[in-house]
Every structure is written in C-alpha cells, then in structure tokens.
C-alpha cells in the first residue's frame, strides 16, 4: 500500500488537534512535519516545543523533514518526540554517513532529501545502499501550494532503477504539487509514499479521509 504523507504545514495551526483528528480514520498514513530554519531555506516554522506533543494528539507516525542547516543538532534534540522517520538534505551536510549511522540508532527509519536543482548522484553509493527513504523535492523547498517540477520524474525513474538493479529497499517519497491529477502517474513510476499538503487540507476537516484515498 502506498503511504500518504499529509504535511501539517497546510493545516489549520489554530485548530491543529481538530485537523490531525479528522485524519484519524486514515489508513497508511504519516503525519509529515515540514521544518525549517529560515536558513537552509527562505521559511521558519515549527520547532520542538510543537513536535513534542504531537503524538499525543494522532495515532499515526511523524514523518519529519528537515530542512535545516545543521541536523545534527536535531538528530539529538527531537529524540524523545516519537518521530518515526528522520529526513535531511544531502547538500546540508558533506558527509551524510555521519548522520545516518548515528540516527539509526535513534529513529526507526531514516531519510535522506534532495533539492530539485541536485541530481540523484550527488546521493553517496553507500548512502543508497542503507538509507531508509530518499525524499525528492518536486518544489523548491520553503513554502506550501507551488507548482510541480516536471523534471522530478526523471528522477523517480533513476532511484527506481536504481533499486531495482541493486536490489535497495528505500522507499521513494516526493514532497511538491502533488494531487489527484498526478498520483497515479507518481506512483506507477516507483513512488511509494506521497507528501502532499495543500491538496489535502484545501476543504473541510470531514472530507479529508476522502481527499488522502483520492491520491491512491
């Protein structure tokens, strides 16, 4: 089954515990937290003292993306927050086997995201080999709501080749402009887990179990 990725940064923050409810029902879901440092990435939003209690509130995994310029420091800081997976940019850190050995010894699953101007093979061979997921920016990374990136299919059909051949077991996640219109052509091309934000929280909080199943 394909996941879907409802990411929180196109919810309704004032009423955050009624948005993540609605999606209860859900089934093969993560809750995708888009965090960014206004650094890495032209945007700041959520930290710590948000993340933390979010398991409280959703019975489905935190999947969290960092768009940061130093994660190693949130490798440790966001440790005791149940997060599931772990993703960082390959371009934010030179040598990503660094992170990758330490944070699987804290998260069940670990990620690793690449801009949309970085090809696949800036990804370091045994990074391919051990990596959980590899998450590709179809927009550019900072704000919700942008147009998808054609170019990104490529991209699909290379790390999906490239698993093949090789036998990797990473999942294939991408994360911009994703909706109805071009979910099944994503999915038909390798990908197994699909971010998507404005297109999910775009109407009323009863119809968004309806909207996740539309993406499948």
């Avoid at 440790?76 to 850190?93: L, Q, R």
């Avoid at 490529?154 to 698993?163: A, F, V, Y």
């Amino acid at each position: 089954m394909v996941i879907i990725s409802p990411s929180i940064l196109s919810c309704d923050f004032l009423n955050i515990e009624n948005e993540l409810r609605a999606l209860e029902p859900c089934k093969n879901i993560w809750i995708h937290l888009d965090i960014m440092d206004s650094h890495f990435v032209p945007n700041l939003t959520f930290g710590g003292p948000v993340v933390k209690n979010l398991h409280k509130i959703t019975k489905h995994p935190l999947d969290a993306h960092f768009m940061v310029t130093n994660p190693e420091f949130f490798l440790d800081d966001f440790k005791n927050y149940k997060i599931h997976n772990f993703t960082f940019h390959v371009e934010a850190n030179p040598n990503p086997m660094d992170i990758i050995t330490k944070g699987k010894k804290i998260y069940p699953s670990i990620g690793i995201s690449i801009k949309p101007k970085t090809p696949v093979s800036q990804i370091p061979k045994e990074v391919l080999e051990c990596i959980d997921l590899i998450l590709i920016m179809s927009v550019e990374p900072g704000f919700g709501g942008q147009k998808f990136i054609e170019i990104s299919l490529d991209k699909i059909k290379e790390l999906d080749q490239l698993r093949k051949k090789n036998k990797y077991h990473y999942q294939i996640q991408i994360d911009g402009g994703i909706t109805n219109q071009n979910a099944k052509q994503l999915i038909d091309l390798g990908v197994n887990n699909l971010v998507a934000g404005s297109y999910i929280f775009s109407g009323s909080p009863q119809g968004y179990p309806q909207m996740v199943e539309s993406l499948r």
